[in-house]
């Protein structure tokens, strides 16, 4: 699956592929797992289904962060 962060104008900040889950964690945040990483999303306004395969995660860009985790494996 591709998922693009995206702000209210529909222009892309960020854009992924290989995701394989995208959750919603709270009322205004979203994890994302693609291969080994964990990404959080904050500030989501909505998600919308694009054309395909492709989800659109609307932020507010004044406010909104991008986190990285890695998935450690034991």
Known sequence: MIVHVVNVKKNILSAMSGVTAVMMLQKDKAQIIAG???????????????????LNLIVDTVT???????????
């Open 36 to 54: 080994r990483n964990i990404y959080i999303v904050s500030d989501l306004l909505r998600i919308e289904k694009s054309d395909g395969d492709i």
């Open 64 to 74: 909104f962060r991008f986190k990285m985790q890695r998935i450690e494996q034991f």
